[in-house]
């Protein structure tokens, strides 16, 4: 079986992207819950008027991201067409809400003020995962138009050796005559 130049790259990317969604959903959460507990006081927490967006959307961008490297796994395990608009589609719904997210990080930045290291990590994570799933779906998406990049759309054979022609019954070579019974 020969491997494209878009499933050696994707997998790897896929891997960072996973584990730093990860990692910024366990910090969100914990400044989230601080945020909740009044606790804003907290040497490494901190915050301003946007953190508590900040907070919310980074959790929604890293459960979405974390989904989505479920389905492009399974699509880099078949890489097929049918697990590519898996993948692709919820790749492309993940990178849009981590770039909503980035946009609130860069206002929370914007701001000023103190903000803990936990925070400040919320913020680079969110800030790189924009970035590293934009290569991401590019990456995927390219198979949609070359075969090298990922299946292509001309690929039709699934390991079903040659193709059937259209007969009218499922399994058989027998056309549908007028007046069968089914």
């Not at 878009?6 to 997998?11: E, I, P």
């Not at 804003?40 to 919310?56: D, V, W, Y």
């Not at 959307?57 to 991201?65: D, Q, T, W, Y």
Request: positive net charge.
């Amino acid at each position: 079986m020969a491997q494209t130049v878009g499933r050696n790259m994707a997998a790897p990317l896929l891997f960072l992207n996973l584990v730093m969604y990860f990692i910024t959903l366990g910090f969100a959460s914990w400044c989230l819950n601080r945020l909740i507990n009044r606790q804003t006081n907290h040497p490494s927490f901190g915050g301003n008027g946007a953190t508590e967006f900040l907070l919310e959307f980074a959790i929604l961008a890293s459960v979405l991201g974390i989904v989505s490297k479920f389905a492009s796994g399974n699509h880099l395990r078949a890489w097929r067409n049918d697990s590519l608009a898996a993948a692709g589609s919820s790749s492309l719904v993940a990178w849009a809400v981590t770039v909503l997210a980035c946009g609130v990080a860069c206002k929370e930045i914007n701001l000023g003020g103190h903000r803990g290291w936990r925070l400040r990590i919320v913020e680079a994570f969110i800030i790189i995962l924009a970035v590293t799933e934009l290569l991401y779906v590019l990456l995927v998406h390219a198979g949609l138009y070359s075969s090298r990049y990922g299946p292509g759309y001309r690929d039709t054979d699934y390991g079903m050796g040659t193709q059937a022609a259209d007969t009218g019954y499922k399994g058989t070579s027998e056309p549908v005559t007028t007046g069968a019974r089914v």
